[in-house]
């Protein structure tokens, strides 16, 4: 699937990606979703405390 996804990517834009960068890619977009995702429970629950 993933190779299907860089061939599709590479048609696309007309650009050469192999699976490896585009696993790189996705990697590191999960991890800054990840962090956002935390960030914004942290900060909800700073939020919730200082309006109480």
Do not use: P, W
């Given at each position: 699937?993933?190779?299907?996804?860089?061939k599709?990517?590479?048609?696309a834009?007309?650009?050469n990606?192999?699976?490896?960068?585009?696993k790189?890619?996705?990697?590191?977009?999960?991890?800054?979703?990840l962090?956002?995702?935390?960030?914004?429970?942290?900060?909800?629950?700073?939020?919730?405390?200082?309006?109480?």
């Amino acid at each position: 699937m993933l190779a299907a996804l860089a061939k599709a990517i590479s048609l696309a834009t007309r650009t050469n990606i192999d699976v490896e960068t585009l696993k790189v890619l996705l990697i590191f977009a999960g991890a800054g979703l990840l962090l956002s995702l935390v960030a914004a429970m942290i900060y909800e629950q700073a939020a919730n405390a200082a309006l109480l």
